[in-house]
C-alpha cells in the first residue's frame, strides 16, 4: 500500500526555519512527484510546491519562493520541505500528497503536521 507520511511541525518563532519531512512506503519518489500543500486556519487548504521525481524541477507558489526549499534523501525514500524565515502566515497543517496530475489531482495523501509561527 501506498503510504505518506509528514512530519517534523512544532512552534517557531517569526524568522525562524523548520524541517518537515514527507516519509514514503509502498512507492519510490524517484518515480513520482511530489507536491507540499498547507492549510491554514479558518482557510482553504493550498498548493505550495510541486516537484517532479528527479528532483530537478520544482513549481512554487510566490509566497514561498526564496524561502522553502525540497531536498531529498533517496536512500531513505524521503522528501522535506526546508522552511526559511518562518512567517506567521506560514501557520498552517503541512501535508505531502503523491501527484497524479501535475498539481491538480492527487491520488494519495499523508496525513498532516501542524507548524505554528509566532510573532
Known amino acids: 500500500d501506498v503510504q505518506l507520511q509528514a512530519s517534523g511541525g512544532g512552534l517557531v518563532q517569526a524568522g525562524g526555519s523548520l524541517r518537515l519531512s514527507c516519509e514514503a512506503s509502498g512507492f519510490t519518489l524517484k518515480n513520482g512527484a511530489i507536491t507540499w500543500f498547507r492549510q491554514a486556519p479558518g482557510k482553504e487548504r493550498e498548493g505550495v510546491i510541486c516537484?517532479?521525481?528527479?528532483?530537478?524541477?520544482?513549481y512554487y507558489i510566490d509566497s514561498v519562493k526564496g524561502r522553502f526549499t525540497v531536498p531529498r534523501d533517496n536512500a531513505e525514500n524521503t522528501l522535506y520541505l526546508q522552511m526559511n524565515s518562518l512567517v506567521p502566515e506560514d501557520t498552517a497543517v503541512y501535508y505531502c500528497a503523491k501527484v497524479m496530475i501535475w498539481w491538480t489531482r492527487m491520488d494519495y495523501w499523508g496525513k498532516g503536521t501542524l507548524v505554528t509561527v509566532s510573532s
Open positions: 516537484i517532479d521525481p528527479s528532483g530537478a524541477y520544482a
